[in-house]
């Protein structure tokens, strides 16, 4: 059926290095992905959204990166520093009318150590 | 920025009895979500509402469940008959503007639901 996953449940890094996170979905027919950040007791938080008609797309100090071959999406998050740690989901959205809805994958704990 | 806001942010009742789950989306947006996660779990939609009636429900939101825009600004959520695997956070959420195709969500807070 149609999914979105996220191959790393846990990922630890040094402040100051950049951090990968990824995420691999099985719905061709996906045309909108979005991954949110979510901080201990508080909603998702937007990061980035990118549509299927590109490949990359930069905001401040994240990247995302859209593979449609492959059906992966990785969102790259430079110079990390211990606020960037949180859960980070994607999310994907079909073509539909009004109503759409987001599927969410199960999410990443990143951990940045000082 | 502009926000979501729920009330109340917990929520303890009895299984059993009724809850109302309360949200004020951002005021020009059209369509509104309700989004529920499980401890530990992924974020998973419940049901989506635009020009006043639902879009699209997921099969968590069976007949025990309503949502209702009583006014302009409110947007709530009814579980009619908690039970105990109802426990879990309710974000709410809204996205605006013409079409509401691939726009940004906004979403809330949420209100942590536990059913004793």
């Known amino acids: 059926g149609e999914s979105v996953g996220l191959h790393l449940p846990t990922l630890s890094v040094q402040e100051g290095d950049n951090s990968i996170i990824n995420c691999a979905y099985s719905n061709s027919a996906s045309d909108y992905f979005i991954w949110y950040k979510q901080e201990s007791g508080k909603g998702p938080q937007f990061i980035i959204d990118?549509?299927?008609?590109?490949d990359k797309r930069q905001g401040q100090r994240v990247t995302v990166l859209l593979n449609k071959t492959v059906k992966h999406l990785s969102l790259q998050i430079a110079a990390t520093q211990p606020g960037d740690s949180a859960v980070y989901f994607c999310?994907?959205?079909?073509?539909?009318?009004?109503?759409?809805?987001?599927?969410f994958g199960g999410g990443t704990r990143l951990m940045v150590k000082p | 920025e502009p926000e979501v806001t729920q009330t109340p942010s917990h929520q303890v009742t009895q299984m059993g009895q009724e809850v109302i789950l309360r949200c004020v989306p951002i005021?020009?947006?059209?369509?509104f979500y309700w989004y529920r996660q499980i401890l530990g779990q992924k974020v998973e939609f419940l049901v989506s509402f635009y020009n006043n009636e639902i879009s699209e429900k997921s099969e968590i939101f069976d007949d025990q469940f309503s949502v209702e825009r009583p006014d302009g600004s409110n947007f709530t959520l009814k579980i009619r008959s908690t039970k105990l695997e109802d426990s879990a956070m309710y974000f709410c959420?809204?996205?605006?503007?013409?079409?509401?195709?691939?726009?940004?969500?906004?979403f809330g807070s949420g209100t942590q639901l536990s059913v004793l």
């Open positions: 999310a994907e959205e079909g073509q539909r009318n009004a109503g759409n809805m987001l599927t």
């Open positions: 959420a809204s996205r605006g503007q013409a079409t509401g195709v691939n726009e940004k969500l906004f």
């Open positions: 990118i549509r299927s008609n590109m």
């Open positions: 005021s020009n947006h059209l369509y």
